[in-house]
């Protein structure tokens, strides 16, 4: 008995250990390979503008000069590309449309980079570079922007500027605007005065104020919309209208300053795009292709070719146009060509500048001169130099000019861009090698007699010599974090020694490996099923469509295993069928029943929202419920899902507690039916006043806190009168909780997939619970809990995180509880999973609770660790690979919250295992 508490007792350490290490070792990872990416600090000046073209001088003066003297840009957030060239924008934004038709607008398609979010969007407007990809986690809480940048350039010229609009400007340029009204982003469920707020400021500027230059509006109503109802909500109209007469206003005041020989330019573009589900940061063709108008002059462009552009060519246009020097860090190419009809030695001129500009920081490559962009730049210069030093100037070679210099910039912008990014080889190996070492205590079976100091000398010796071996044969790209002196670096290398000395002490402790640990499975697919799925299932994340719809992986899974369910459970009703009356064939009658109402009611939720890359802009079942006029599908769908949830909640619980929280639930589930009704997504109840759905959400958070503070008043009065029942009443209240929130937080159609998800998991747990293994069992929650992440609608690219989520009952902006909410609402499926299973472990398992919460709880940590040991390796290795941020970098992101999150939680199950254990010893 004394050895078992011993050996209980050292796993409980090790796995305290595992959930502090793991998601550390995840973090070093990221580290290594999401480096910020340190842009050069230097602004450019007018001694950048060249004087001369190789010995030839030229009249800078007569060439560079501003060519407008007001400059409007505005920004309209998530403008899609169709919402100006199809049916809807033709519908909504006449006068947008009819100033394209008839040349009075030039119409360009840029292309965005991921993340399609909004605060590196602006960096690439205004800077003229790629931002980071780990920029989509700073989007919340940005710095201001250090390098050089088209406003700054603005300031430093004595232009001044003004802006309205996004808060996200300010904080990027924070004393740049001569005058500025900011509005938060991140409120997303309002769409009215955000915009308002930006528009009452337009008549004083347009017809007052006469002292700026430039101008910047950022519109983020349509971005709102987009999260909360979708891109072909009727809404979407109402706004594209708003904004419509907007470029109107605006379109006649830039006519009148024109007419008056008072030179602007009005320019509409978006920050990034929408998706099909209204969200963004992903990489779809919605997401990334926007459109860009300029109103200024007639129109030169080609109505039948639609002129491509990336976003990050704006910055050098824009600075050619005000007669400013381009940001020192630009690689954008500036397009002029379609927007004013420049004199030939200006149009050559300007294609020099900025291909010299980009040869600057081209030329501190180690090999550019062996590459293509160099040889087009020498081509241009010397057929430029050609053309300057013939007194009349031949027209014959000035094609050639300029495609040679727009080649050499294309080139040296792809280069460049590719170059960009430097991974932290050494850091990457070491995280790697740390998971690898908490895999292996995972699934090690540990002797702790037999540890030396010989032995754990040579686990770090090997642990060294391997980590060198791999960066040997790797690449050595960025400066590696043992060659940096500051403190950060000094910090993680601390770090590093200690968890290497530690995890070779433990790994000197292990005598064999092995998948199940205590029990005997005895059916082959019970040894092999299960681990064989999850080795394949990480050895397919290597390929990018298999990221992209690996809800199909898990659906594949889910459906193999409730049909080799079945089939065993008919086999077994067929042996009895030829006795009479006998109770295991009416058992397994039902079983089987049961198991095809399964299958049944997985064919219809998988169609309840389409997810994925190449099936989700597909017709789904939510969007058949949100078109209908009259709401009453989505109506019954929601009261039928909370009808369920009070139900299985009464059933639960305590017979003493059932007419108290029969009440709670009733109340609770009205507020969510409120905060939908108010959403207009659910049918008006008769007679209730108009209200913005704010109450209602409040008044939830409320009960949740009383609710709350109920169960702790229960749990204490457990511990003084029933100490054994502390660790079932905890996780009870802890689980109502969780299902509270998320079901207020889910779509109102989502809302089913709760009680739902808590019918299959007693189910599937009352026909496996006698007959396989508990490592077994935890798998099957494993895969639930994969398979309700993905019926819920949640994919591998960003645009399907429900940012409104964030909101539900908040009146202001709060990074940490808007963030704590979305993470709830995206990873609800997998914890309930996990609390689900530990709840059903502890009711059959009263006395031995410990020992199983552990082996369950470690079983199950093991098997999420695996993919993500498994995905930094792959990940490394495809990190030159095409699709490496819009496809592959998401997924490690959520990969990395998933488990660190899942570690959160069972450390909180733990704890309160130990608890339990401390109530019980102070109880003998």
């Given at each position: 008995m004394f050895y078992h508490e011993m050996e209980v007792g050292k796993n409980i350490a090790i796995l305290f250990y595992v959930l502090l290490i793991g998601p550390l070792s995840i973090t070093l990872f990221l580290y290594g390979f999401f480096p910020l990416i340190n842009y050069d600090n230097t602004i450019a000046t007018e001694n950048d503008i060249?004087?001369?073209?190789?010995?030839?001088?030229?009249?800078?003066?007569?060439?560079?000069?501003?060519?407008?003297?007001?400059?409007?840009?505005?920004?309209?957030?998530?403008?899609?590309?169709?919402?100006?060239?199809?049916?809807?924008?033709?519908?909504?934004?006449?006068?947008?449309?009819?100033?394209?038709?008839?040349?009075?607008?030039?119409?360009?398609?840029?292309?965005?980079?991921?993340?399609?979010?909004?605060?590196?969007?602006?960096?690439?407007?205004?800077?003229?570079?790629?931002?980071?990809?780990?920029?989509?986690?700073?989007?919340?809480?940005?710095?201001?922007?250090?390098?050089?940048?088209?406003?700054?350039?603005?300031?430093?010229?004595?232009?001044?500027?003004?802006?309205?609009?996004?808060?996200?400007?300010?904080t990027l340029f924070p004393s740049l605007f001569h005058r500025h009204d900011g509005t938060t982003s991140f409120f997303v469920t309002d769409y009215t005065e955000v915009d308002n707020n930006v528009t009452r400021h337009l008549q004083k500027e347009l017809h007052g104020n006469n002292d700026w230059t430039i101008m910047i509006l950022h519109y983020l109503g349509l971005d709102h919309i987009g999260h909360v109802y979708g891109p072909f909500n009727p809404l979407i109209k109402t706004k594209l209208r708003e904004m419509d007469n907007v470029i109107s206003k605006i379109h006649s005041r830039i006519q009148e300053w024109n007419q008056n020989n008072d030179s602007s330019l009005f320019i509409i573009c978006g920050d990034h795009g929408m998706s099909d589900s209204g969200g963004h940061g992903g990489s779809s063709m919605p997401e990334t292709t926007v459109p860009f108008i300029a109103i200024g002059e007639e129109c030169l462009q080609n109505h039948n070719h639609i002129t491509e552009i990336q976003q990050i060519d704006i910055a050098s246009t824009l600075s050619i146009i005000l007669g400013m020097p381009i940001p020192f860090s630009n690689l954008g190419t500036a397009f002029l060509d379609n927007l004013y009809k420049l004199p030939i030695p200006k149009k050559l001129f300007v294609l020099y500048y900025n291909a010299k500009q980009v040869f600057n920081h081209f030329q501190k490559l180690t090999d550019y001169k062996s590459e293509y962009a160099y040889q087009k730049y020498l081509e241009a210069i010397k057929l430029h130099n050609a053309w300057l030093n013939t007194k009349d100037h031949p027209n014959d070679i000035t094609d050639d000019i300029v495609l040679s210099y727009k080649l050499a910039l294309k080139g040296m912008k792809e280069v460049l861009i590719n170059s960009m990014i430097k991974y932290d080889f050494h850091i990457i190996t070491v995280a790697i090698l740390f998971l690898c070492h908490v895999l292996c205590l995972l699934i090690g079976k540990a002797s702790y007699t037999s540890v030396t100091l010989k032995s754990t000398i040579f686990f770090v010796i090997l642990n060294i010599l391997v980590w060198a071996v791999i960066n040997y044969l790797g690449e050595f790209e960025g400066v590696s974090l043992l060659r940096s002196k500051n403190f950060v670096a000094i910090s993680i290398i601390l770090f590093i020694a200690t968890v290497l000395i530690i995890n070779s002490y433990l790994l000197a402790s292990i005598k064999h490996f092995r998948v199940f640990t205590h029990e005997k499975a005895e059916n082959w697919e019970r040894n092999w099923l299960f681990p064989l799925g999850a080795f394949l299932h990480a050895i397919s994340l290597s390929g990018s469509s298999f990221v992209e719809e690996e809800h199909q992986t898990w659906y594949f899974y889910w459906v193999t295993f409730l049909t080799l369910l079945l089939y065993n459970s008919a086999m077994k009703f067929?042996?009895?069928?030829?006795?009479?009356?006998?109770?295991?064939?009416?058992?397994?009658?039902?079983?089987?029943?049961?198991?095809?109402?399964?299958?049944?009611?997985?064919?219809?939720?998988?169609?309840?929202?389409?997810?994925?890359?190449?099936?989700?802009?597909?017709?789904?079942?939510?969007?058949?419920?949100?078109?209908?006029?009259?709401?009453?599908?989505?109506?019954?769908?929601?009261?039928?899902?909370?009808?369920?949830?009070?139900?299985?909640?009464?059933?639960?619980?305590?017979?003493?507690?059932?007419?108290?929280?029969?009440?709670?639930?009733?109340?609770?589930?009205?507020?969510?039916?409120?905060?939908?009704?108010?959403?207009?997504?659910?049918?008006?109840?008769?007679?209730?006043?108009?209200?913005?759905?704010?109450?209602?959400?409040?008044?939830?958070?409320?009960?949740?806190?009383?609710?709350?503070?109920?169960?702790?008043?229960?749990?204490?009065?457990?511990?003084?009168?029933?100490?054994?029942?502390?660790l079932r009443i905890t996780l009870s209240s802890i689980v109502r909780i969780w299902i509270m929130i998320t079901a207020m937080l889910h779509r109102p159609h989502n809302v089913i997939l709760v009680p739902l998800q808590i019918i299959f998991s007693g189910v599937i747990h009352g026909i496996i619970n006698d007959s396989i293994a508990h490592q077994v069992n935890t798998f099957v929650y494993t895969w639930m809990g994969n398979v309700f992440y993905f019926y819920q609608g949640n994919s591998n690219s960003l645009a399907t995180i429900d940012v409104a989520v964030g909101y539900v009952g908040m009146s202001s902006?709060?990074?940490?509880?808007?963030?704590?909410?979305?993470?709830?609402?995206?990873?609800?499926?997998?914890?309930?999973?996990?609390?689900?299973?530990?709840?059903?472990?502890?009711?059959?398992?009263?006395?031995?609770?410990?020992?199983?919460?552990?082996?369950?709880?470690?079983?199950?940590?093991?098997?999420?660790?695996?993919?993500?040991?498994?995905?930094?390796?792959?990940?490394?290795?495809?990190?030159?690979?095409?699709?490496?941020?819009?496809?592959?970098?998401p997924k490690l992101l959520y990969e990395?919250?998933?488990?660190?999150?899942?570690?959160?939680?069972?450390?909180?199950?733990?704890?309160?295992?130990?608890?339990?254990?401390?109530?019980?010893?102070?109880?003998?």
């Open positions: 060249p004087k001369f073209i190789e010995n030839v001088r030229v009249k800078v003066d007569t060439l560079y000069k501003p060519m407008v003297k007001k400059l409007v840009v505005m920004v309209i957030d998530a403008l899609r590309w169709d919402f100006i060239t199809g049916s809807v924008g033709k519908v909504a934004m006449p006068v947008t449309s009819s100033l394209i038709a008839n040349s009075s607008a030039c119409l360009f398609q840029s292309k965005v980079q991921p993340p399609t979010v909004t605060m590196p969007r602006i960096k690439a407007i205004t800077t003229g570079t790629v931002p980071s990809f780990i920029d989509v986690a700073l989007n919340f809480g940005g710095k201001p922007v250090s390098s050089d940048n088209v406003l700054l350039q603005a300031q430093r010229y004595g232009y001044k500027s003004v802006f309205y609009g996004d808060e996200t400007w300010l067929c042996l009895h069928l030829r006795s009479y009356r006998n109770y295991k064939q009416y058992l397994y009658a039902q079983i089987c029943i049961k198991l095809l109402l399964l299958l049944i009611a997985h064919r219809i939720l998988r169609n309840l929202n389409n997810t994925g890359d190449k099936y989700a802009h597909l017709p789904d079942i939510a969007d058949f419920l949100i078109e209908q006029e009259s709401m009453l599908g989505m109506t019954i769908l929601l009261i039928t899902a909370l009808a369920l949830l009070i139900w299985l909640d009464f059933i639960h619980e305590d017979k003493k507690y059932k007419q108290q929280s029969l009440m709670f639930n009733t109340i609770i589930g009205a507020c969510i039916y409120l905060r939908h009704m108010h959403g207009n997504s659910v049918a008006k109840v008769p007679l209730y006043p108009e209200t913005s759905g704010m109450y209602e959400a409040q008044i939830f958070w409320v009960l949740v806190a009383i609710n709350f503070a109920n169960y702790i008043y229960r749990v204490a009065l457990t511990i003084k009168y029933n100490g054994a029942m502390f902006y709060m990074p940490l509880v808007n963030g704590s909410l979305l993470i709830i609402n995206v990873l609800s499926a997998p914890v309930l999973a996990y609390l689900l299973l530990i709840y059903h472990a502890i009711l059959k398992y009263p006395y031995d609770t410990r020992e199983i919460v552990t082996r369950i709880s470690k079983t199950y940590i093991t098997w999420r660790l695996f993919p993500v040991a498994i995905y930094t390796i792959i990940i490394s290795i495809q990190r030159h690979h095409l699709f490496v941020w819009s496809v592959f970098s990395a919250i998933t488990f660190a999150i899942l570690c959160l939680v069972i450390f909180v199950v733990m704890i309160l295992i130990i608890i339990q254990k401390i109530i019980n010893k102070r109880n003998r």
